[in-house]
């Protein structure tokens, strides 16, 4: 089992930036490539951006392209998401999930364990 805790979500002004983090309980961190998706009012859940174990590969929407950026530090469990030159489209739930092995993936279903979810609101 993986838990993962997502924190840094909050209101801000649009222009502005946030820095997500998700944190992994368990020692097998490294074995699971990441992934940030977001759910917005009355919309699905959608991909953001998704990381590799190594950090070598990472993949964007073409929403947050060039705006946000995921890393991942394996020695402390955590994966983060800069969010840069916020809209307030950008406004919703952000869930971070873990994938079990394997390369990066857009793909809800192919995600093994998520988080409970930060808020992020961009105001106009």
């Known amino acids: 089992q993986v838990q993962l805790v997502e924190s840094g979500g909050g209101l801000v002004q649009a222009g502005g930036s946030l820095r997500l983090s998700c944190t992994a309980s368990?020692?097998?961190?490294?074995?699971?490539?990441m992934g940030w998706f977001r759910q917005a009012p009355g919309k699905e859940r959608a991909f953001v951006a998704a990381?590799?174990?190594?950090?070598?590969?990472?993949y964007y929407a073409d929403s947050v392209k060039d705006r946000f950026t995921i890393s991942r530090d394996n020695a402390k469990n955590t994966v983060y998401l800069q969010m840069n030159s916020l809209k307030p489209e950008d406004t919703a739930v952000y869930y971070c999930?873990?994938?079990?092995?394997?390369?990066?993936?857009?793909?809800?279903?192919?995600?093994?364990?998520w988080g409970q979810g930060t808020q992020v609101t961009v105001s106009s």
């Open positions: 990381i590799n174990w190594s950090a070598r590969m990472t």
């Open positions: 368990g020692r097998t961190f490294s074995s699971y490539a």
């Open positions: 999930a873990a994938k079990y092995l394997g390369g990066v993936s857009s793909s809800l279903g192919d995600y093994d364990y």
